[in-house]
Each structure stands twice: as structure tokens, then as C-alpha cells.
């Protein structure tokens, strides 16, 4: 895949054309039933002769032919169905980052390079048929992981747990699956992202990832924390975006933990697309990755953008009773783990500006759980603020509205 990943939670991709996407279908095989059994009845035995705790085999090492195979069999369990081996490998670094600036609360992100780990974590992409390998490297400090536990007899670690594809039970990032990485440790988790056939559903769709162990059993303190991201998984012929953002709705209404001047950093002179800085050019395809994180329910709301109502945002093809029954809206529910897609075309008939993207909860927004979509002109120029205006910060502390739920944790 053509495509630049910035490490801040924002992917540029490749320009998109009328054209379907090019690429092959990925190979797909299957083991089949003789061999599954082999593999089952290998991984007992692993399991009777080192403990469920070392299913994880590293490389580098010489063993004996019969330990061996006994090996071979677990990497073979730590797939799911169908991967028969991962068609990429990634590095993926949780580290500890500046507290954060308003609240002090402690701030941990995901990054390709621990030197530019952020949150919302790196925007995975995955084509339906694909394998995916990743390497999880904790360097978050113990003493960090330990002020953020609730319960002195949990563990002390973080994890990878992704929402959408496939995984084995070694790669779903809990505690009582043992598929967690203490600190200065590392593990590798294996996703899949099945395609569509007579008997699935495929995995095509808008998902997202994040710690599952930080804090407690449900990794709630690594999510309040900044352990999340973005993942999109594309179908064959999917139409593909020149930039995609991951925007998470979450507690203290916020936007990407972030609200108020803070959701919105862009340069007017040099804007740098990324987590607080959501910019595209008249005329370029937008994609956005809608995450819920938190306890509270919002709503995801485009000044001058709509969508249409389905898996990608766009209504494809010719058949106009299909194109009819599909709803075309600028406001979407959204519930905590909740995650869905859309694209557009930046200032489609209304023009360069700055367009609000906000909740539509009217106390969330009130709050500062708003920022803007700049539509930049065809020069790629900002355009000026009306009488140079720009959104107000509510102060810090400030009474929420009667009868709001702030959520200030």
C-alpha cells in the first residue's frame, strides 16, 4: 500500500481515483482439518511440558528436532485461521508522555518509534485477506503503570487489544489470557482481517485498538490515558481517501483527551495535519475514524459536510432503488466503544472555511468538545478567520451546565 503513515494518529494516503484499488486479492489458505487437529494436540503438549504462560516461542534458539516441532505448533496456534503467516510486520512502542498540560493527568501513547508515539495512536490500515504481525515494545516506567493501578494485585503492563478482526485468544491483550507485556518487555499479536466469503461477513469496516491492562482488567486508566487508536479495514475496490483522522469522543468531553484551544492547534500560516490539527484541501477526499472511548454517549456533527449512511460513508454504483433507501446524515450517534467511518469531499459545493466538528450533546459542546475541519483553498492557504475569531475557552473549573454529567476524572 502507497501511502505515508505520520506517527500522530493521521495517515496521508495515496491520491484516489474513480478506479477501483489495483491490487491484488491476498492469498488466502486454510489449514485443513487433519492439520488442525495435529496443531491441537502439539499445543497440549506444549502446554503440559512448559505452562500456558510460555505459549509464545522466541526465535534464536537451537532445539532438538521433536522441540521443534512441538514449536512450530504453538506459533501456529498464536494465528487465527486462515493467516498462514503475516504478510507485514510493524513495531509498536507504549511509552510515557508529557502530563497533560490542563488536567496533569498522566499521558501514555502508542507510536511506530517511541521518539514519535502520541494519542490517538498511529492509524493502522489492513486490505480484507491480510495478516498483520505487530510487535508491542513496553517502555512505559513500571513506577508510572503502578500510580495508575487500582487494585495492588493486579498486574503491571500494558497490552494490544483490537476490535473487528480476527486474533487468537494469545493475541487479545488481557490479563486472564496471559497476552500482556510487562514492563521492558515485548509481544508480538497477530490480527487477520478475514475477507468476505459465502459463510463470513468479512471484517471490512472502521475499528480501533487499545490497552486492555493499565489500571485494571478492563485497561480503563490506559484508555483515560491515551492507549487507543485508529484502524480501518479495506475491501478490494474500496475507494481510498487522501487523508484520514481518527476523532475520539471521550469523558471530560473531550476530543482525542483534548478540548477547547486545546482539540484545535493548527498553524494558520504552516498547518501540520494530525490529532489536533484537521485540515484538507478543497476538492480532497476526507476520511474520518469515529471512535467512543469513556462512559458517556455523544454525538459526531460536520458543519457542511454529509455523508452517506453506509460502511464507507459513499453510495457506489449505479442502482438507484439501493442509492434511495440509504440515508444521507450529518449527525451520528455515538456509544462508548462504539467506532464507524466516513468520507467526504472537503468543501463540496460550500467552499474553503473553517467547519465546526463538534458534539452535538449541547452541554458537551458548550464544554469545549468541539473542534474545526480547515478546508484549505486550491493554493493550499488557510483562510482567514471571520474578523479573526477563534473559539473561546471555557475556564478551567467552570459549572458545567444544570443537570450536566461532567465526567472529570
Known amino acids: 500500500m502507497d501511502k505515508d503513515t505520520k506517527d500522530i494518529g493521521e495517515v496521508v494516503l495515496s491520491p484516489p481515483t474513480d478506479?477501483?484499488?489495483?491490487?491484488?486479492?491476498?492469498?488466502?489458505?486454510?489449514?485443513?482439518?487433519?492439520?488442525?487437529?495435529?496443531?491441537?494436540?502439539?499445543?497440549?503438549?506444549?502446554?503440559?511440558?512448559?505452562?500456558?504462560?510460555?505459549?509464545?516461542?522466541?526465535?534464536?534458539?537451537?532445539?532438538?528436532?521433536?522441540?521443534?516441532?512441538?514449536?512450530?505448533?504453538?506459533?501456529?496456534?498464536?494465528?487465527?485461521?486462515?493467516?498462514?503467516?503475516?504478510?507485514?510486520?510493524?513495531?509498536?512502542?507504549?511509552?510515557?508522555?508529557?502530563?497533560?498540560?490542563?488536567?496533569?493527568?498522566?499521558?501514555?501513547?502508542?507510536?511506530?518509534?517511541?521518539?514519535?508515539?502520541?494519542?490517538?495512536?498511529?492509524?493502522?490500515?489492513?486490505?480484507?485477506?491480510?495478516?498483520?504481525?505487530?510487535?508491542?515494545?513496553?517502555?512505559?516506567?513500571?513506577?508510572?503503570?503502578?500510580?495508575?493501578?487500582?487494585?495492588?494485585?493486579?498486574?503491571?503492563g500494558v497490552s494490544l487489544h483490537v476490535h473487528g478482526v480476527k486474533y487468537t485468544q494469545m493475541s487479545d491483550g488481557t490479563v486472564h489470557s496471559n497476552s500482556f507485556v510487562p514492563p521492558g518487555g515485548s509481544r508480538t499479536y497477530i490480527w487477520f482481517a478475514k475477507p468476505r466469503t459465502a459463510t463470513s461477513q468479512g471484517t471490512a469496516g472502521y475499528w480501533w485498538y487499545h490497552d486492555h491492562v493499565v489500571g485494571g482488567p478492563h485497561g480503563t486508566q490506559g484508555l483515560r490515558s491515551g492507549l487507543f487508536g485508529g484502524l480501518v479495514v479495506r475491501r478490494q475496490g474500496d475507494l481510498r481517501p487522501h487523508r484520514t483522522y481518527v476523532t475520539a469522543f471521550g469523558d471530560r468531553q473531550t476530543i482525542n483527551l483534548r478540548r477547547s484551544a486545546e482539540a484545535d492547534t493548527c498553524d494558520p500560516v504552516n498547518p501540520q495535519p494530525g490529532p489536533t490539527c484537521l485540515v484538507a484541501k478543497i476538492g480532497e477526499r476526507v476520511e474520518f475514524i469515529v471512535i467512543g472511548i469513556g462512559d458517556d454517549m455523544h454525538t459526531f456533527h460536520v458543519h457542511g459536510h454529509s455523508w452517506a449512511d453506509t460502511r464507507t460513508g459513499m453510495v457506489e454504483g449505479g442502482n438507484k432503488a439501493l442509492a434511495d433507501s440509504i440515508p444521507v446524515i450529518d449527525n451520528k450517534t455515538l456509544g462508548p466503544g462504539d467506532s464507524f467511518g466516513v468520507q467526504f469531499v472537503a468543501g463540496d459545493s460550500v467552499g474553503p472555511g473553517h467547519w465546526m466538528l463538534h458534539c452535538h450533546m449541547q452541554f458537551h459542546s458548550d464544554l469545549g468538545m468541539s473542534t474545526t475541519l480547515h478546508v484549505l483553498d486550491e493554493n493550499g492557504q488557510m483562510p482567514p478567520h471571520a474578523g479573526g475569531h477563534h473559539p473561546a475557552v471555557p475556564a478551567q473549573g467552570a459549572a458545567a451546565p444544570a443537570g450536566a454529567h461532567t465526567n472529570h476524572r
Open 19 to 156: 478506479r477501483p484499488d489495483p491490487q491484488p486479492a491476498w492469498r488466502v489458505r486454510l489449514l485443513d482439518t487433519t492439520a488442525g487437529r495435529a496443531v491441537t494436540v502439539a499445543v497440549i503438549m506444549l502446554i503440559t511440558l512448559v505452562g500456558a504462560g510460555r505459549l509464545a516461542v522466541a526465535g534464536g534458539t537451537t532445539s532438538p528436532p521433536a522441540e521443534r516441532a512441538v514449536e512450530a505448533a504453538a506459533a501456529s496456534a498464536e494465528r487465527p485461521a486462515g493467516c498462514v503467516t503475516p504478510d507485514r510486520r510493524l513495531q509498536l512502542y507504549a511509552v510515557e508522555l508529557p502530563r497533560d498540560p490542563v488536567t496533569n493527568q498522566i499521558r501514555l501513547g502508542y507510536g511506530l518509534t517511541p521518539q514519535t508515539a502520541s494519542y490517538p495512536g498511529p492509524t493502522m490500515e489492513m486490505i480484507e485477506g491480510e495478516c498483520l504481525a505487530i510487535t508491542l515494545h513496553n517502555q512505559v516506567p513500571a513506577a508510572t503503570l503502578e500510580q495508575l493501578r487500582t487494585d495492588a494485585a493486579h498486574p503491571v
